[in-house]
């Protein structure tokens, strides 16, 4: 039985508003006029994806039929549940909303969920919260030892960051009225707001990249560890690369300075698939940060190991959107550049089931840039 709540992508108890609201971004996001010159089979994917849609809002937003599908839905997933509880000898007659499962989601850690992330977990009755019975906490239900560090370390970046950014703001209006000093400065207009530095841009990301390596080095067999490295690498470099590309060129000598760390950030990822290699996501990445380093140095064979790498992704997961981003990116900046191949995976990320926004609009505009 199709999930028509989980196709308009709302929770089920979501009021016509929210449903609409939710059904007029995805009819938008999959209309036909954004895959004009698109392969057959995107526009076939396309059309199956706007009919689950129309007959998902069909259903709910009439209340009669709404109420019927609800029914029907309950059921189905009363019934395997009413299995479970009888055998684990459980009677407490917990009805449809005790077996939802009200506690946070796991952090997504800048990943796309994986296809079928059930976003409204139900737990089993052995699963719920234990009675106080005045026993302790079983070892197996203790937080891992590996947690502590970080979340430690996690405090400490943040309180860096947060000095960094209170100081740099309440330093400002100081200096900008440094030369004007005494009474004589009262009733002065206020300097306006000083631009950026290159600096204070490209050293954002610092104090986070000496927090994760602190992190990645105390709990080296936790893959997470590494991602994070990994990420804050690639954020430092791609923040400067986003300036030159939005034509500031006074990022152009910090860029080729910091070219290394596309390398190191593939080497932190590299680590993180060796502990968890199903992990398209990461491996995307990967693919994306050896591409931005072969064109940068224009180093051809950089380029063909980001570019198996990104087809190894889109293997482990062919609906990751940012998989297919990475590709085509790769394949724009091959000698010669692939150009319609590349496009047409950006149109591919567009309409795949469950992308994330960003991803689909990261796509718009490579789309938007390569067309030209």
Not at 236 to 250: A, L, N, P, T
Not at 335 to 358: C, F, R, S
Request: a negative charge; charged letters at 25%.
């Amino acid at each position: 039985m199709q999930d028509y709540y989980e196709t308009l992508q709302v929770h089920p108890k979501a009021d016509l508003e929210a449903i609409r609201a939710s059904y007029e971004r995805l009819r938008q996001r999959y209309d036909s006029s954004l895959l004009e010159g698109a392969a057959d089979e995107l526009v076939e994917l396309a059309r199956r994806r706007r009919d689950e849609i129309e007959r998902a809002y069909t259903v709910l937003s009439d209340p009669k039929r709404r109420a019927t599908f609800d029914s029907d839905l309950s059921a189905q997933v009363a019934a395997p549940a009413t299995v479970e509880a009888a055998a684990a000898g459980d009677d407490s007659g917990l009805d449809d909303d005790d077996l939802i499962d009200y506690r946070p989601l796991p952090p997504a850690r800048r990943q796309e969920r994986p296809k079928g992330f059930d976003t409204q977990p139900r737990i089993r009755p052995a699963q719920a919260a234990p009675r106080r019975s005045g026993r302790r906490i079983e070892r197996s239900q203790r937080l891992p030892t590996w947690v502590l560090p970080i979340l430690i370390v996690a405090v400490a970046t943040f309180a860096i960051v947060l000095i960094t950014l209170v100081t740099t703001v309440w330093n400002a209006p100081q200096q900008a009225a440094g030369s004007a000093s005494g009474p004589s400065a009262l009733g002065q207009p206020t300097a306006s707001a000083p631009t950026p530095s290159v600096d204070d841009i490209a050293n954002q990301f610092e104090a986070q990249i000496t927090a994760a390596r602190q992190v990645a080095q105390q709990v080296p067999d936790n893959a997470n560890a590494w991602i994070e490295l990994g990420n804050a690498l690639y954020d430092s470099v791609v923040v400067v690369r986003e300036r030159i590309d939005g034509g500031d060129q006074r990022f152009q000598g910090v860029y080729i300075e910091r070219l290394p760390r596309w390398l190191e950030a593939h080497d932190a990822y590299a680590k993180a698939l060796a502990i968890t290699p199903a992990n398209p996501v990461v491996r995307a990445d990967m693919a994306t940060a050896l591409c931005y380093y072969g064109q940068g140095v224009n180093d051809q064979s950089y380029i063909a190991r980001g570019l198996a790498e990104a087809d190894q992704a889109i293997s482990d997961s062919p609906e990751e959107g940012r998989a297919l981003l990475s590709k085509g990116l790769c394949l724009v900046y091959s000698d010669p550049p692939q150009t319609a191949q590349a496009l047409e995976q950006w149109q591919k990320a567009i309409v795949m089931p469950n992308v994330e926004p960003g991803v689909a609009q990261q796509a718009r505009q490579l789309i938007a840039e390569h067309s030209r």
